[in-house]
């Protein structure tokens, strides 16, 4: 993770956030149990909703905030193993995102009847592996030599900053997932309440005026024929 250039630094040079000179441990094996964990949750969660809903969302920001919580609750962690716990996770959603919206057409093309599940792990993980070799070239061209504001990465920062000074921020973050977890689980999984809310028919009367217009002719018909 890394600043953006400042107006007084070297063209193309791009300060981090964390400098060389301090130590912190970043690729821990909590670290890359928790990312690899929370990949295969939220790649499922991805896979489902893009099945269901033709899109999917982005996993970098819950997974930061959920790593943040995790490791601060058992008195570890720092913004570098925050860091690679959420990009694990985002490179599993990632990786959802491309078999689903790429292996069901085999299906549709019927040239294959089922989805085999040695072949779209295979693919799955050729793919994977050919995206973060890609990275290393792709990272000195786009953010090194060209340093490009990516929103969805500089989100992610700023969420990892907040974590890493502590205070209020990381407070309401967390309360902002447990509300939306709860909200869901009642509207979906206990069906406590709808998931979703229709105002048109009560602010401009188009349930009220429709059923007026079907049980108007009904009731005239029925007039006639006594």
């Known amino acids: 993770m890394a600043e953006a250039s400042s107006p007084s630094a070297p063209s193309g040079k791009v300060e981090p956030y964390i400098p060389a000179s301090k130590s ?27 099945m269901f809903a033709g899109m999917t969302v982005s996993a970098s920001v819950p997974a930061a905030v959920i790593s943040m919580g995790i490791l601060r609750a058992l008195r570890t962690g720092n913004i570098l193993q925050n860091n690679a716990v959420q990009t694990a996770a985002a490179s599993g959603e990632g990786l959802a995102s491309g078999v689903i919206f790429t292996l069901p057409a ?12 040695v072949e779209t792990t295979l693919i799955a993980a050729f793919g994977g592996i050919l995206g973060v070799l890609f990275t290393i070239p792709l990272r000195r061209a786009l953010i090194i030599d060209q340093p490009l504001q990516f929103p969805e990465g500089v989100a992610t920062a700023e969420v990892l900053k907040v974590g890493a000074h502590g205070g209020g921020g990381l407070g309401v973050l967390m309360f902002s997932a447990a509300v939306g977890a709860v909200v869901k689980l009642g509207a979906t999984g206990l069906k406590l309440w709808a998931e979703t809310v229709r105002f048109g028919g009560w602010i401009t009367g188009g349930t ?15 007039g006639a024929a006594t």
């Open 24 to 50: 912190l441990p970043e690729l821990t094996v909590g670290a890359i149990l928790l990312g690899a964990l929370l990949s295969v949750v939220l790649g499922g969660a991805n896979a489902y909703l893009g």
């Open 106 to 117: 085999l299906v549709i093309l019927h040239k294959w009847q089922h989805f085999a599940y």
């Open 208 to 222: 009220a005026t429709a059923a007026a217009a079907t049980s108007a002719p009904a009731a005239a018909a029925g």
